[in-house]
């Protein structure tokens, strides 16, 4: 009898077990990291030459998602900008980046799932051409601003990989910077633009040594009237794990976009 209620209570025990659900169903999880990286050279009575120069930058990466049984929301903000003063000349912008990305799926019992997605591509503040005199204002915060729309599928096998392709629709807005979105064909200056097209979106987040991490997102576009012609952004960041509070990282953004410019 006794054999009796150690097995009820062995089965009772591993039902509870079986049932257990991930604790982060239902819930919102933040993440963020975020850096500041400075680089200094200062010369006094030096006789070998250079300059003294002065670089800055500041770096963010913030996530906020949500996922039930039935629904994956995921949102992530990328922040980039710094400055460089080179002896006496002024600061000039060395990074300037916003890069706002929203993904919402849906669990249908397939090895894909439906998507939607929104991004939201732009500089943060104003950027200029340093090889004319003076400098010329080149972008703005959202002059111009890149705004994507896509519907198709989504597949993650593990949480190190996932890719998505669909249709999409992306408008371009401008201010002063009409030369991104102008139709150079028509006699009036456009400062909209929208184009229907397919993206594709793939993502790599993996440990490749101990202690050191790889992410890497690789975003293709193409318009339907220019199927030939790919907008590529490909972001890569290795971090290296030095103690609990100390890391190094390596940063590597590949762009290829041919109303910017026709070279990568």
Known sequence: MRLKYVFIL??????????????????????????????QLALSNWSQGGENSLTWSLAGDISYNYKSDDFEFKNNL?????????????????????????????????????????????????????????????????????????????????????TRLGIAIEE??????????DDVTT??????????GLESVTAIEQEVAENLF?????????????IDVWDVRWDNTIVAKINDFMNVNFTFLLVYQEDQSLKV
């Open 10 to 39: 062995l089965l009772i025990s591993s039902t509870i077990f079986v049932q257990e659900k991930d604790p982060t169903l239902n819930n919102w999880i933040a993440s963020a990291v975020v850096g500041f990286n400075i680089s």
């Open 78 to 162: 990328k922040l980039a900008y710094g400055r460089t003063k080179l002896g006496s000349d002024d600061f000039k912008t060395n990074d300037n980046d916003l890069y706002l990305e929203s993904v919402i799926s849906k669990n249908v019992g397939w090895t894909v799932s439906p998507y939607f997605s929104n991004t939201v591509r732009t500089s943060i503040t104003t950027g200029y051409n340093y090889d004319t005199t003076p400098k010329t204002e080149i972008v703005n915060l959202f002059d111009p601003g890149y705004v994507t729309q896509s519907l198709g599928f989504y597949y993650e096998p593990n949480k190190k990989f996932n």
């Open 172 to 181: 371009v807005f401008t201010s002063n910077n009409t030369q991104y979105a």
């Open 187 to 196: 006699v009036n200056i456009e400062n909209t633009k929208v184009d229907a």
């Open 214 to 226: 790889l992410k890497s997102k690789l975003r293709l576009f193409t318009r339907f009237n220019n």
